[in-house]
């Protein structure tokens, strides 16, 4: 198990995207406020930590991907997405608990508003430290003609969310720092876990990565790629 410290950064952009305004020109001043002062604590309250391993694929079926000799992953658009992958990245990615004190604390108070940008921009953190670490393993593998596929986490797609019990069976949550409860929910909760498959570029049939949601129907999936 490898481990990476990537510094997450809390675009304004994808925040106001969370919030459904149109740029940041769309929030009002009480939310600008928020935002800028919660902006200067960030780095008190994200303690950033991501692990990851690659696994050599086993198999690949219609519906399901083989690893690690006892793992599999039942998911038909995963499955397709990893198709000439021989490689498989899996991480778990979190940015710690203080920040989830912070929330906790502040819905105590009844300072409801506040609670609810901090939760959005923990949210936007990890997604942003999960987004970094997948768009720089790219340039790392392309000097092997080597390239990734986009990537998948559990409970998203078709993929089952107690597959979570699988991809953290990969991994020593003690030392990860992120815990999967019963409910395959993990805790701390600005936390998240997935994949992506490694292939030989020059060997695939085509130069753009399967992407299943350009045929999706779910337009307010969260985790559509555009
Ligand atoms: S929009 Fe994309 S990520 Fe969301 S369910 Fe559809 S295929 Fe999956």
Known sequence: MESITINPSVEINELSRHFGAGGCQGFSHSLSTKVESYSKRLDEL???????QIEKIDNIGKESVSINRDTTFRSRKLTRALKESDEIVCFVATVGSTIEDEIDWLMAQRRLSEAYVLDTMGSVAVENMVE????????????????????????YCDWPVTDQKKLFGLFDSEVTGVELLDSCL????????GV?????SLNSHSSVPYNPCRHCKKMDCIARRA
């Open 186 to 193: 993990m805790q701390p909760r600005k936390s998240i876990s």
């Open 46 to 52: 994200l303690i950033p930590r991501l692990h990851y």
């Open 132 to 155: 970094q670490f997948h768009q720089c393993e790219e340039p790392l593998f392309l000097a092997e003609n080597r390239s990734v596929t986009l990537r998948f986490s559990p409970g």
């Open 196 to 200: 992506f498959g490694l292939y030989h």
